[in-house]
């Protein structure tokens, strides 16, 4: 998920989705799905999203309790889907796995010691984007007209890419490493109960005297989820090493240091490997029907759990009709 160390630097301002009304976003997939996946797990009953087979699709509940949001506000969400994994994030992948397995072992304790409160937050954290989430999640994003992009690395590079290049008009995640991938404006906080923020590269580049060059190599300092970065090298540490010495070299040097990859990792951030796309039709016309019997009939999601969101996309699509004609 990135370097949170980063929020420290980054210019961050409060918006609403009022002001973002009628804009385009490229949204991290992944990052996207799992936020909505692990709220649904904590707070909902497994025989809700678990198949009379054992296949567990809690995500189809998340994606209809998100997207009405988006949709209220005239927002086209674009998801942006990770393709192959780089290898320099293979650490980071492992040290994932391991914390879901700490957990998974923690709830178990908490269920033989009937703390089902526990147990619940504990599960959510043991949760995984599996083949069977990809697939149903990409479906049922079809269904409701909503546009998909296959990245072919990194979602959040391919999602900073687009926004560089104008095809839309944010990116949205919660990991900070969009200001290392380029993007310009980042949305945060689009999961959330409130209203999201912004996080501008420019205005963060402004505030501290750096490029975006010289701010990759203040992120590879502090660490990312592609290396681990300098004991003792905290983010306002790494910004006055590195327009003292000009560069991520002059401050290893200084610090007689190493970053192990880290010429690779530097070239990830400014040149990662992302695709060039169309533009994107604004006006969206989901299939509530089909996406209805698509969950209830043929993943046994029951009715009642989707109805409320539903009715929500189907209103939106409505009242966006109308403006257009007002």
């Known amino acids: 998920m990135g370097n949170a160390d980063l929020r420290e630097l980054a210019a961050i301002e409060p918006t ?12 991290d997939a992944h990052n996207w799905l799992y936020r909505y996946l692990t709220t649904t797990v904590k707070w909902t009953s497994e025989s809700v999203y678990t198949t009379s087979t054992g296949a567990e ?13 988006l949709f209220a506000h ?30 998974a072992e923690r ?27 990809h697939e149903t999640s990409r479906e049922l994003l079809s269904l409701l007209d909503v546009p998909v992009v296959e990245a072919p690395a990194e979602g959040e ?4 890419h687009m926004a560089r290049a104008g095809t839309v008009e944010y990116a949205g995640t919660e990991d900070y490493d969009a200001l290392l991938f380029g993007a310009p404006r980042t949305l945060r906080g689009l999961t959330s109960k ?17 490029t975006w060059e010289q701010l990759v190599d203040v992120g590879l300092l502090c660490g990312t989820d592609f290396n681990e970065g300098v004991a003792g090298v905290g983010p306002k540490t790494a910004v006055e090493l590195v327009r003292e010495h000009g560069d991520l070299w002059g401050a290893l040097e200084a610090r007689e240091a190493y970053v192990e990859g880290a010429d690779l ?15 994107f039709d604004a006006e969206l016309d989901p299939d509530v ?31 966006s009709g109308l403006d257009r004609w007002t």
């Open 194 to 210: 409130g209203d999201p923020e912004c996080m501008s590269l420019r205005g963060t580049l402004d505030e501290h005297g750096l």
């Open 157 to 160: 590079a391919q999602a900073a």
């Open 16 to 27: 609403t989705f009022e002001e973002i009304a009628g804009s385009v976003v490229a949204v």
């Open 265 to 279: 990792v530097r070239e990830l951030f400014l040149n990662p490997d992302a695709t060039d796309v169309d533009g």
């Open 289 to 319: 029907a089909a996406a209805r019997t698509y969950v209830v009939e043929e993943w046994e999601i029951p009715a009642s759990e989707v109805a409320r969101g539903l009715e929500r996309i189907e209103e939106s699509v409505v009242q």
């Open 57 to 69: 699709v809690a995500n189809l509940i998340g994606v209809v309790q998100g997207l009405p949001k």
């Open 107 to 133: 709830a178990a304790e908490a269920r033989e010691a009937g703390d089902a409160i526990e147990a619940a937050r504990l599960e959510a954290r043991t949760q995984r984007l599996t083949d069977t989430i």
């Open 74 to 103: 005239g927002i086209t969400p674009v998801f942006v889907f990770d393709g192959g994994v780089t290898g320099l994030k293979s650490k980071e992948v492992e040290r994932r796995r391991a914390e879901r397995e700490r957990a």
